[in-house]
């Protein structure tokens, strides 16, 4: 997942974080998921090629490819 930028709840309205929402809905998939990466709409985005094999190492924070 990206970064999102601008997606804060609002103070005095009960709402729930990006984060909170997509833990919600993507956690029964068994998949791992990565978030806050640099890519999408906003600022800086580095190449993240779609269809290639990778390896996550979750421990160590590292995706490579």
């Not at 005095?12 to 068994?30: A, C, K, M, Q």
């Not at 640099?38 to 421990?59: C, E, K, R, T, Y």
Request: with cysteine; aromatic share 8%; net charge negative.
């Amino acid at each position: 997942l990206g970064r999102f930028s601008r997606c804060f709840p609002v103070a005095g309205i009960p709402s729930f974080s990006v984060e909170e929402v997509l833990r919600d809905r993507l956690s029964d998939l068994s998949l791992p998921i990565i978030s806050d990466l640099p890519f999408g709409h906003d600022g800086v985005n580095a190449a993240l090629p779609v269809g290639i094999m990778a390896h996550l190492d979750a421990d160590a924070g590292i995706l490579s490819f």
